[in-house]
């Protein structure tokens, strides 16, 4: 068992599953440093940190991190005689942290989190478990995991409402452009292909809806984003993409992302080569 009085979580507020660790952490009373990073969060990349943990609880002893990678930091923390735990479900350039289960379930099971306490927390647990699941394999990890018919609308409409409270207009924005570039896609090889000109924020979320409304089942999608950002979705080949660029693997190793300050983006046909093979 964790002891929260002595316990720091140091997790980002950058999307619907974190949001959703953010809240249930309040709920239990646990001592939180909120990140700013936006995706592809470091932890290396956090200023002051070590103060800022112990501004919020000077007991502490044990730090839970969510997907904020960086061994290096990890490291100097445990030397200062501290406990890290690491709470992650995605593949780095040189670190593997996949897990078959989300980071909300992986909170949710650290801190033993049950229906009951959700309930008494003013959750529905049903609507908390289903964001892990779709964070976890989004919208067709859903049946699954017994979410059909209006509960699966349910959940996904509860999960939407997430994406308002990471900031007002964030979910217009994002669905606005989602909408531009969806309607200018191509096709090639039976990849939907689609860029974007959006490079403040991330519309993968907003374009990933979009195809689960268009298609039955997990179709690939190649998503560029201005310069610095491109996904592969729903492709056999996301391990592969890794292993030749570098970035990330998400959602059970079906998934790919890359992103970047100042190199240049994978070119479009390397990819599409490998994702098509």
């Not at 991190?65 to 930091?73: F, Q, R």
């Not at 964001?131 to 959940?155: C, S, T």
């Amino acid at each position: 068992m964790i002891d929260i009085s002595k316990t720091v979580l140091i997790c980002p507020r950058n999307d619907e599953e974190s949001l959703m660790i953010l809240m249930i952490a309040e709920k239990l009373g646990l001592a939180t440093v909120i990140s700013g990073q936006p995706h592809g969060a470091k932890l290396d990349r956090e200023k002051n940190l070590l103060a800022r943990v112990m501004d919020e609880n000077p007991e502490a002893q044990t730090l839970v991190i969510v997907e904020l990678p960086g061994i290096g930091a990890e490291k100097e923390l445990e030397e200062q005689g501290l406990n890290v735990i690491i709470i992650d479900h995605h593949r780095y350039d040189d670190l593997d942290r996949m897990r078959d289960k989300s980071s909300l379930e992986q909170f949710i099971d650290l801190f033993n989190v049950t229906d009951a306490m959700l309930s008494d927390f003013g959750f529905d647990s049903d609507m908390v478990r289903g964001v892990g699941v779709i964070d976890r394999g989004f919208l067709w990890e859903l049946p699954k995991a017994g979410y059909n018919g209006e509960k699966r609308r349910k959940v996904i409409e509860y999960y939407r409402k997430l994406t308002l409270e990471l900031g007002q207009d964030r979910r217009a924005r994002e669905e606005e452009a989602a909408q531009v570039a969806w309607e200018s896609r191509e096709e090639r090889d039976g990849v939907i292909i689609i860029h974007s000109d959006e490079d403040k924020s991330s519309i993968r979320d907003a374009i990933s809806f979009i195809i689960a409304k268009e298609f039955e089942k997990p179709t690939p999608a190649i998503i560029i984003q201005g310069k610095r950002r491109m996904y592969v979705q729903d492709s056999d080949s996301a391990k592969d993409l890794h292993e030749k660029f570098g970035g990330f693997t998400f959602g059970h190793d079906r998934c790919w992302g890359i992103l970047t300050d100042e190199e240049p983006l994978p070119n479009l046909d390397e990819v599409l080569e490998i994702v098509v093979q």
